[in-house]
Each structure stands twice: as structure tokens, then as C-alpha cells.
């Protein structure tokens, strides 16, 4: 069946339509990673987006035990081309059958390339998925422009608090949308993870005694999540080491007084280049976030600028002055991508015991 | 960490000859890092013995010289030239070893120069089997169960030990060469010996048979900081079992998903660590299909023929990258300059699909054994880019100029199941056309993919290709079928053939009609992330397109030459090089147009634009629609850029320099008859046919020898030299296998000395640069001759004689560019046997040793200049006051099987130079260049035919002069005894032991001079035993009585002390 993309520029992709048959109206961005769909899919760091993968060949080893959440919170799903079959040892299926399983409505056979392009040049914009031919577009572009990611986070957090066992370090993960691979790698490490729900006060999770406090990635404008953030400088202030990635890390800063904004198309791939600025090392990094802290006028009282993207020298993670805690805006849990930066898991470690 | 200002001078160490498994990559990585190094203000001191590269004019170093790769000459280069430093990553493992041995002796400490780039530890770490495998197992990186053997028996008792089959690699030797897989012990034993001998270090690496794993391999960077990237990991279709220089290769990986992809790579990255490697590198493993189980295969801790292809399939280029951390930059200061915005620290995202095929030579070697192994084949390969795999592998597919076009072309219709179900086993390169025959009968893919053990991923992709064929032979060619099969690459004639009822025109205009047009995209590094600045372009189906339109300067195509194959070398991607840089110094503005990945040509800042494309008619077309060009160059381009000559003219291109017309009129027999007659110049009779009939009857008019050939061909293929009707027939029947546009030549085959010239002429004036004239007599082909610059025998008169032809030739012809004549000079008489109005494989070779830029003034000619106003003095340039002698290289060692005995059809893949004040020392510089080092043992064997008895007489008393002890089989003993030289007589192959065979296989011998009996078609089946036995043993076969002589030569003057000449301060004008 045929199907559109249309952007809110007046662009229109004609592609066959994958997935779910419902029309969708979300952001639309773009991923760079060559390997990881399944980790894409299932990230919930993008609810309330459109992705579109710009290597042109997916699902070629099918799906797999990688979702790094229960379920995908994609709006919708754009590619070039999906595999006719899925081959691999672990393939459990096909993501046709994924997508529709997972009613994600999605778009095949257009030329993402130049969607990429298009969101280069214009930066990121709304679009709508749809398989209905739009004869007059002004009919659809008012209501496509219109669209807000909004309040994401309450629908992608854990209901309830969970527990991984470990005979190491108590730690507790705010989950503000997080990647199952972020309680993996302390969990992998020997760390006794509870899982908070993005909505647990700040007491609440003191009162549960943990050793290290780890916030989580996840969706959405940082900004939009004004409650949670006068939470986040309440355990700020707790002298707790804490380690944040991503959207943690923006709301730290958030809380911190410091300011965040949208990037034209945002950083979304396995490819970029982090310097870590204590040692010079530079890192592949994992990268997905249209948001970022500015440093400009950032305080050396209050934070330090501890990783700069290489190429475009945004701020990619901080240290704050006088306290045990470090966040990173890139992922060092991977999935996808590069492995690089796993050690900062470690470090966050060495900091619960008093190693730093 | 800013740049290292120690570092001055650095002596970069180049590859030497193109040889199978060590080709054009290496040139293009040293161009790449030359010019890196000395845009940096490094001083650049450049030695490669290979001067048909263009690293080694004077534009891209400092210092040139084309002298032998070995310890000795890289000493007095040392001391000559002082460099502070030595790069040896950039020259394959040739430069690898000779790097090594340098620091090992002591000799780079003595004279205060340091290696950079690596060091020797590291070296050892990766090269050493053992020192590499007590790495791997320090960090934890498995390999498979091996042991390190120098000998066979303790080979024989690991293998009991862990179990056939195993696999064979030699240590420091090329593309695998002497390794294998043994399946029992009689195959071990025999694998082994080889292997042993031929190790550098005597050492082969038994290890566990992992054949029919998956190969992935990375390629990654890391600097002396510690920062490391992966540049592009790639699968290679053929399952592990097959060298990767042999498989059909994709990138990126395909089948893998990204918990795979990260485990080898963060193992990649480790490797790269613990060498200490500050550089590229190239890591091969073998991934279980069921499992996460993977071995490291090897590592290569330096640039090479992977790395390369990972260059261009991502637009990211390691070699200058690598020079750069050689000098002290870290990743993240280095800038990448494809998208200028970016830095090398930056991995690079594809998006799009690049295929890999290798080009092998089994066209050449029809006798030699095609079968896929550990040990690299290929010659060269082809690169394609399309946005899905199918596209990608149709363009590959029709890149290779070998008669290939789709999956149809090896046609195995007329196997029964049964055969073709056997046939299926087979690895060789036809195993893909075998897989799609197997589906359009309707095996079942998972029960060729048992067998084969290919990925179904890529069989399925076979599949979709061998459906469209289907589709578009049984259904009605509508629009919506055609733009699939567009999308998958179809050429128009290929649907038009399926379809049967339309055109090839047909269906371009029903594509035309619906706006099914090629749109080009470009290879940015980054899945257009960024902007990119150099216009590096592919073509897709569907899809908007990028391709810049410019229009402010005047536009010339150039074509390029396609995959290295022998008989169209490097030599051509030099040329097409030089003339794009001499177009651009003229304001053009250029595009070049090629598809292999290995060359210059196509690195991204040679043109103005790069067009990574087929080199076929279609796809010409279709850049031509999208550039408008002012015109196009073929005559630099080989055989590839001239077969298009005709086609682009249809499309409305003009064809830059000499008509086409005037081609043809050299090519084609009849018209250049009358050419020759109205200069009056002479040549061998001879007359054109199509049927062996025909043949036989011109040749029985002539008298035999007659050369029989065909026309329009590069590097001699098909000729052969027949001494009777029965080898007419066999010959032409071998020439007719591929049907024929134009008529077969039948020459009377004259004996006399061969000479070569390259000339260019701008329609008025003409100017040779120098003449060249081979060591070997006519019946040898030009390539596989030792080629003499000035020519050393012939008289003034003579010489004379060939510039007044040449000049006749050019004028008449109207040559605006390049021409290369070769001649015979008989009895005192000059004969033409060919005229080729285009540049030839002596070109870079004359230009360097004369200094004179000929393909900078043809192009400059072709623009409109003339000779004199460039300030050049028409006719024949002074003679050099030294010597140079070209040598031809063969890979011979690495084709099993194939007939090594020289003739009018080319067979060498390289050449080497020799440059000296004396002929002497120049001809010795060449043997060694050449890798002929010589004496040894001291011992030798003669097998000679009748005919050339009498001058074995000479070249015996040469060599027992030398102190050799001759051997010789029955007749030429006799013959030998007869004229006073002590040769030994030496039973034949099956007469009881000692036989010549033993002798051979003891390794005691230096060189056997086999020359085959008169023709081929009575060759002896021990004549070839003797020749092959004595290449796979390492034994230097000569076939040739004149190569024997200089051979002599040369040992009888082996110079105290070698001269090193800097290229570089040659004028000759």
C-alpha cells in the first residue's frame, strides 16, 4: 500500500507504507547507526519521534533478544528498504512482523537521504506518516505543525520500582525512559539496582538508602519536565555520588541554573567523536539528543565541562565543582553503538567507594 | 598532540613491483601519504623500485629513486640522502620487512634515523605467528588452536592433535602466498614444504580449520595518544576459506547485528592498543554463524589492500590520515577533508551498499587451477556503490570487463541438477552465477547455503536478482517492472535481451519517457550528517540527485582503466592521473570516471569530480547527460577508455586528441595496410581472418612461424606463435571461445630485435622522448621483456630510420597526443609490427628516465599547444648518459598450474627498474629489483630445445665461467658435452633417481633455463613439470635464451657498491 511522509515544509515522500496502516503526526529525525535497529526501536528516548534510519538496508538479521526496553515507543518508522528475510543465529522474527505487533506505522522506499538532507539544511521538523493522499496539503500542514512532543517521559517511565540484585554497591536508577542496557552495565558490575519511576521524590529515593544515584536517558524537552528537576537538586544537594546520562544529565544542569536548547537536527548515531577533557582521550560515542547544555556562561563554582564533542564542540558532559557527581550527554551503555565510554560505569563505581 | 618538529626528512619505503597480492593499493596509499607528509613541510625521500607509480615522480617527494628494494640499496640511500626517519607502513609487507630488517641490524641506531609510523616491536607483535598469538592471548582475543612449525614432522603431529582439516599460513609472505588448507596429510605435507620455504623466517602457522565462518574484517586507526576509531569493518560473502583479496566483499557487514559488530569491534580496538600501532590497521576475524564464538584471523599493522578499499567505500583516507599520526597529530586535530567541518576522529557512517569483486586471471591462465584458496589470485578488483545490495553487485558484476554483465553470464543451463547440485561445492569465482543458475531451477536456498555456507542473506539477494530476470523475460515490460529493474542495476540491453521483443534503444527511450534516470548521490563520510565538500559521486535509481551542476569552466571527461588485470596495469591510472592534473593546470575543470578502488585515480581530490562507476556505455551515458562535458579523453585510459571511443561520439561527446577514425585506421588491418603503404613503411605480411580455415591458408601462403592474434586487445591476449596448421586451429579455436567484432591477424612471425617507442605528436611536430630496446628477441611480448633505455645495440642509422617512421606514422595518422610504435629491426631493416595511437604501459617508465613529462605535453598538445611552444626541440630527445632497464615481475608462484613459459601473450603483473651509470650495474639493479638475488648455490639446470642448442653453448660457458655447476637433461648435455662445456648429465622426470625433479625439489638450485619446445601445441608435459616444480620451489625459471644471457650478464657484474640515482635531478632537456 502506497504511503506518505509529509513534512511541515510542504515535503512529500511517496514510500509503501510498513507497519501499523494509521496515520501518525510526530517529530522527524534521523539516526546514522549502520547496525542496532532493534536498540533504535525499542529506545524510548524517542517517543514522541519519527525516525528515520539513513543506512538504507534494515532488518537484515531480523529481531533479536536486543530491545532495550519492553516495548518501542517510536511514533513511526522510516527506512529505505526492509530486508525480504531476516538472517541470523538469534532472529526471532521479522521486523515487518515487529512493527506491526508493535502498531508502529512506518514508510518504506523513499529516499531517505534526501529526507536526511532536508533536516540538515532545515533543521528537525514535524511530519505525518499516512497512507491517505492529501489532494490539498493546507488541509494537513496547520496540524502538523502544531504537534508537540510534550510530557513523554510519564508515558515511557517504569510504573512501579524494580530490582536487580547484586552484591555490589546499592544504586538507584531514575528511570526518566531508560535503556535496559544503563541497569545492565551496574547491574554487570555487581551493583544491586532498584528502578524508581521517573515520578519518585527526591526523599523517597534517599529513603531508600542507595550508595550511588543513577539518572537515566530518555524523551523530550528537558524543560518539559519542570517537576521532575526541583526533585533532581534535591538529590543534587544529598552529597550522593551521582552519574547521569543524557536527558539526567540535562536536567542536572537544569536544576543547577544552567540553561539547555534544541540542536538544528540533533546528534543521533553511533560515530561521534567525545574528547574527555581531564585526560585528551577522544571516545566514540553513542549519541541521541535534539537538546543541549550550554556551557557559555557556565559557572566553574557550580560545574566543569568534563567532554566536548569534537565536531561541533557542544558540551557532552560535566563535573560539578565540590561534589561526587559527573554526567555525560553521550551513552555509555551503548546499544547501540560503540563500547568506548564503559568505563565511566566504572568510574561511577570507584566514586561510591570513595575512590574519587 | 601538535605535530612531532623533530621529524625533518622521512625516507618512505614504497612496494616495489605489482605483484599478485601487493598491487595499486600501495601506490595510492604512498601518493596519499607523500603529499600528506609535505604539505605538513616535511622533506620526503621516496624509494620504490616500481616506476610505472605515480608515487614516484618528482612532483610527489623530494627525493626519487627508483632502486631495488632490499637492505643493501636502502643503506646507501640512508646514507646518501640522512633522513631523520623511516616510513615503512606505506609500502605493503614489502616495506613492512625491509623496515624491519633495517632497525633489526642495527643499522638505523648507527646512523640516528628512526622508524615512524610503528615500531619494530610492534612489527613483531602482529608479523611474528607466535609473538601474535602470546599477544592475542594476553588480552584475551582468541585465535584459533595453532602452532607455531618450522618443520614438517611437527606439523604432521599438531595436526594429529587437533584434526584435519587445518589451515597453512607461511610467515612474512604475500596474499597468503605457500599457505592452504590441508584436508589429510599428503596435502600437508605438501603445503607445508612450500610454505616453509617459502617464509622468509622458514616458519608456516598450522592452525585450527575455521573454514566456513563468517570473515569480517576492520580497519581502524588509532594515534600516539591512545585515541582510536574504526574507519569501516566489511563481510566478505565468500565464508572464511577464501582470501579476502579473492571474496566478493561488502561493506558494512550485512548479517551481523549490532552486538556482533561492537564485540569485534572493541576487540579491533584492543588489538590496535596492545600493538601499540600508531597508523592503520586491518583486523581479520572469523565470526562462528551459530555463535558469538570469534577468532582473530590476522592482522595487518599496516596499510593495505583492505584499507584501501575501506578509503573508498567510505571517502575517509587513511593513508594521509596515517602520515599524519606518523608526524605526532592526534585523531581529533587531524581535519576531514571530505567534509571539512568534521575531524578524523569522526567514524564514518555509510549509507549506502559498496560490493567488492576481485578480478582474477584465469582469463590469462586457462590451464591454471581456479579454485578459491587461502592463497590471493586476483589481480585486481572493482568497487561499486549502489543504495541496495543488488544494485551494487549488478554494477560490480559489469565493472570487471571480463565479459561479464549479469548473473547470466557464466551459463550453466546445460548442467543437469544432479552436476549442477556437485558444481555447488566448488569455490571458485563462478560460484555466485552457479547459486543463481541453482535458484532459477528452484533449489532450495537453505540447501545451497548448506553447502556453500554463503550467508542466505546474500543468497536471497541472488534470488531477487535471478526473480527480476524472470519477471522480465515472462512479463510485459511495464513502467512500474522497469523502474525495479532499474533500481537493481539491470542494464537497458540485458532487460531488452530478457524481454525479447524491445530494444536496448527501446527501453533507454521508455526510461526517458518516465524520467527513469540515474540520479548520483555522494560519498560524504557521514550518512549526510554533514555537508561534504568534494563531489564524490555514485549512481542510484530513485532518488533525487546531488550531483552539483557546474558549468563555469570547460569540462573534460576522463575515462579511467578499470580493474588492474595484466596486460592494463597501473601504468594507466598513471596516466589518466597525469593528464587530469595537466587538464586542471590548463583551467578545465575535470571528471574522471572509474571503478577501481586500489587506484589514484579515484581517491576524491585527484578531480574536480569523481564518478565511481561502471566503465560501461549505459553508465557513461548517463554522467554525460548530467555533465554536459566539452569532451572526453580515451587514450589514457588503456583498452577500457578506448573501447568507448566509438560509443561516446554517438552520444555527442567529442573525443579529445586523435580522431577516432585515425584509430581505427591503426587498429584495423586493412586500413592501416594502407596506411603503411602510403608512408612506405614496411612490415611482416601477414593478412586478417575470421575461420581457422581462412587462418590456415594465409599462414601456409606466408610460411610458417606465423603470430596469430586478435585485434583490439591489450597485453597480447590470445596471441601465440604457430609452427604448424594443428596450432592454428587450436589457437584460433581458443580466440573464437569469445565471439569476435573485429577479424583475427595472422602475421608471418619475424625474429629479430624488438624495440618500443612512445612518442607524442601535436599533429605537426614530433617528439620521442627515448628508445627502448628489449633484451629478448620478437615472439616475446613487449611487457614480459627486459626493456633497454637508450637502446644499447642498435646503430644511428637504425635509430634514425625509427624516428623518421615514427614521425611518418604520427603525421599520418594525425596524432594529437600519445602514440607508442613497436618495431623490428632485422638484417638492418625496420619493420612496424604495431602502431597504438594512445598511451601505452612504457610510458611512466620513459618518462621518468628521460624527464620528460610526455603525458603532461599530450594532454597540453590535445588542449591545443604545440611541441615548440612548450619549448620541447622535435624528434628524438638526447640520450640519458645512463642506463635503465625495465624487468617484468610474474606472480607465477601464486597461480598454481599455470604455464610459465614466455610468448607473444603477457603474463607479468609488475615491472621493476634498474638505473646505473653502466649497463652492467643497471642490469644488475634490475635482477635484484626483481628479486632475482643471485648467487646462491651455485648450481643450475639446463633443458633446452634443439634450436636453441647452440646458443645454450654460450650461455653454459657464462655460467661455469661463474663458477656454476651445470646440470643438464640427456640431449642438451650431450650437445653441451659435445661443445666443451663440463655439463653433468641428469636423468628426466620418471627415470629413476637422481632425476631433474630431485635436483629441483632439494633446493640446491639457483636457476633452470627451460626454453618449451618449438610451439606449444607439442609442449612437453615434463618441460612444464620442470618449470612449475622450479616457481613453486622458489627456483628462478628463465624460458628464453636472451634472458639467460643478461642473467649472466648481470652475475658477472655484480657491482661492489650500487649508485643510488635521484630521479628526481634527471632533465634531459
Known sequence: MKAFLILEDGTVFTGVSIGANREVISEVVFNTSMTGYLEVLTDPSYAGQAVTMTYPLIGNYGITDDAESDRSYVSAYIVRELSRIPSNFRCKGSIQDFLIEQDIPGIAGIDTRALTRILRDKGTMNGMITTTEYKDLSEVLPKIKAYQVGDVVTKVTCKEKKHLPGEGKRVALLDLGAKRNIAKSLNDRGCDVTIFPAHTTAQEILDFQPEGIMLSNGPGDPKDCGDIISEVKKLYESDLPIFAICLGHQLMALANGLDTHKLKYGHRGGNHPVKDLETGRVYISSQNHGYVVDTDTLDPKVATPAFVNVNDGTNEGLKYTGKNIFTVQFHPEACPGPQDSGYLFDRFINMMEGAE | MPKDNSIKKVLVIGSGPIVIGQAAEFDYAGTQACRSLKEEGVEVCLVNSNPATIMTDKEIADQVYIEPLTVKSLQQIIIKEKPDSVLPTLGGQAGLNLGME???????????????????????????????????????????????????????????TIGYPVVLRPAYTLGGSGGGIAHNEEELREILENGLRLSRVHEVLVERCIAGWKEIEYEVMRDAKGNCITVCNMENIDPVGVHTGDSIVVAPSQTIGDKEYQMLRTSALNIISELGITG???????????????????????????????????GYPIAKVAAKIALGYTLDEIKNAITGKTYASFEPMLDYCVVKIPRLPFDKFITAKRTLTTQMKATGEVMSICHNFEGALMKAIRSMEQHVDSLLSYDFSDLTDQQLWEELEIVDDRRIYRIAEGLRRGFAPEQMHAITLIDLWFIDKIAILVEMEQQLREEELTVDLLREAKRLEFPDYIIANLNGKLSAD??????????????YKMVDTCAAEFAAETPYYYSVYGGENEAVQTNDRKKVLVLGSGPIRIGQGIEFDYCSVHATWAFSKEGYETIIVNNNPETVSTDFDIADKLYFEPLTTEDVENIVRQEKPDGAVVQFGGQTAIKLTQDLMEMGVEILGTAAEDVDRAEDRELFDEVLEKTQIPRAAGGTVFTAEEAKEVANRLGYPVLVRPSYVLGGQGMQIAFNDEEVEKFMDIINQIAQDHPILVDKYLQG?????????????????????????TGIHSGDSISVYPAPTISQEIKAKIEDYTARLARELHVKGLINIQFIVMDNEVYVIEVNPRSSRTVPYISKVTGIPIVDLATKVIIGHSLKEMGYQPGLAPEADYVAIKMPVFSFEKLRGAEISLGPEM???????????????????????????????????????????????????RFAALGYKIYATRSTAKYLQEHGVDALWVNKIGQESPNVMDLILAHKIDVVIDTPTEGHGDKSRDGFLIRRNSIETGVYCITAMDTANALAHALESEPEKVTPIDIATVKNM
Do not use: W
Open chain 2, 102 to 160: 633495517l632497525d633489526e641490524s642495527g643499522f638505523l641506531k648507527e646512523h640516528n634515523v628512526r622508524l615512524i609510523g610503528t615500531t619494530a616491536l610492534t612489527i613483531k607483535k602482529a608479523e611474528d605467528r607466535q609473538e601474535f598469538k602470546d599477544t592475542m592471548e594476553k588480552i584475551g582475543e582468541p585465535v584459533a588452536a595453532s602452532l607455531v612449525v618450522h618443520d614438517i614432522e611437527s606439523g604432521v603431529r599438531f595436526t594429529n
Open chain 2, 280 to 314: 592503520g590497521c586491518n583486523v581479520q576475524y572469523a565470526l562462528n554463524p551459530d555463535s558469538f564464538e570469534y577468532c582473530v584471523i590476522e592482522v595487518n599493522p599496516r596499510v593495505s589492500r583492505s584499507s584501501a578499499l575501506a578509503s573508498k567505500a567510505t
Open chain 2, 506 to 519: 527501446d527501453v533507454k527511450k521508455m526510461r526517458y519517457d518516465n524520467d527513469i534516470v540515474a540520479a
Open chain 2, 753 to 777: 630485435k624488438e624495440i618500443e617507442v612512445d612518442a607524442v605528436c601535436d599533429g605537426t611536430d614530433i617528439l620521442i622522448p627515448g628508445i627502448m630496446e628489449h633484451i629478448e628477441r
Open chain 2, 907 to 957: 603474463k607479468s603483473t609488475g615491472e621493476c627498474l634498474g638505473i646505473a651509470p653502466t649497463f652492467n650495474e643497471a642490469l644488475y639493479k634490475a635482477f635484484a629489483g626483481a628479486g632475482v638475488d643471485l648467487p646462491k648455490y651455485k648450481q643450475m639446470i639446463m633443458t633446452v630445445k634443439d634450436a636453441d642448442k647452440p646458443e645454450a653453448v654460450g650461455v653454459a660457458k
